[in-house]
């Protein structure tokens, strides 16, 4: 796991390590290399869209977070600590950071996510909206 990185440095940390290795036998050391196969995986995400002056809640952001699959490891998305207020920031996208936790045993492997949550100007005056719509498919 390789923490803080985006995506395309994900990719290209992907694929065969030469590790160096010394190891002895009787009084005399041998260096060799040996490949290692790496795959290095990231959670996915997709963006938040939300109204000025909505409040962020913790579920929408980890909603929004497809953590990665890590064979004997169970993922868990952590709330945020600091969630932003959209108030004034309306055409922003606003960075919201949190973590996911990916645990085996005592072994616990710290993912850093960052979710883009798009602002949207909140409408004022009359509004029409298709009857049935809901605020989710007027945002869409």
Same mark, same amino acid.
């Given at each position: 796991?390789?923490?803080? !990185? ?17 190891? /002895? ?47 004997? !490891?169970?993922? /868990? /998305? ?23 936790? !990916? ?30 719509? /809901? ?6």
């Amino acid at each position: 796991m390789v923490q803080g !990185y985006s995506t395309a440095a994900v990719k290209e940390n992907s694929g065969t390590l030469k590790v160096p290795v010394i190891h /002895t036998v009787g009084s005399k050391k041998f260096n060799n290399q040996i490949d290692i196969n790496v795959n290095v995986v990231a959670s996915t995400k997709q963006q938040k869209v939300v109204f000025e002056g909505d409040t962020i809640q913790n579920d929408d952001i980890k909603g929004k977070i497809t953590p990665a699959t890590i064979p004997g !490891y169970t993922a /868990t /998305t952590n709330n945020v600590q600091n969630l932003p207020t959209t108030t004034g920031k309306a055409g922003q996208i606003i960075n919201v950071e949190t973590t996911v936790s !990916y645990t085996k045993g005592n072994v616990v492997l710290p993912e850093t996510v960052t979710v883009p949550v798009l602002v949207l100007p909140k409408a004022t005056g009359n509004v029409e909206v298709i009857k049935g719509s /809901t605020v989710d498919k007027v945002k869409k």
